[in-house]
């Protein structure tokens, strides 16, 4: 199974925001980190943050950051919300095309076992599972914490 890029680029996002903690940031941060599209990333981050996932803060000195705990972000919900469809192959969409051997087929179950399995495995983790490596992961971001006062 591969993951679209709107979803690649919204758990990047995620983890961009989550080594900053409670600091808000820009999405040409965000962008610029990765090198990725500012303008891809922006429709991503309107999405995580209609279903509760980023905190948006407009004026003067805004920006994003996680609306929630890393460890209330499940990486399975996250590619659920991101991926438009998880159909393996054409006979997972009832309204694709029909094969010819659909009725005798396993294949099918043993692709959707699968998909399954892959989905367990992604709701095993969270937003924090991912960062446990914090420290490396704002050095490879060039994402510097300043401390508090």
Known sequence: ??????????LRALIYLGVNGDRLCSIGA??????????????????????????????HG?????????KQIVIGDVVRL???D???????????PKCRISPECKL??????????FM???DSYTLADVL????????LLGVEIVARG
């Open 132 to 139: 446990a490596q914090e420290g490396s992961l704002r050095r």
């Open 62 to 70: 805004g920006g994003i950051r996680l609306a929630k705990p890393a």
């Open 82 to 84: 991101t991926e438009s």
């Open 120 to 122: 367990k495995v992604l």
């Open 30 to 59: 965000i962008a610029d980190s990765y090198g990725i599209s500012k303008n891809h990333l922006m429709k991503i981050v309107v999405e995580l943050s209609s279903k509760g996932y980023v905190e948006s803060v407009r004026g």
């Open 86 to 96: 998880m159909f393996l192959v054409g006979c997972f969409d009832a309204a694709g």
């Open 108 to 117: 099918r179950s043993v692709l959707a076992d699968a998909l399954r399995a």
């Open 1 to 10: 199974m591969r993951l679209t890029i709107y979803t690649d680029y919204a």
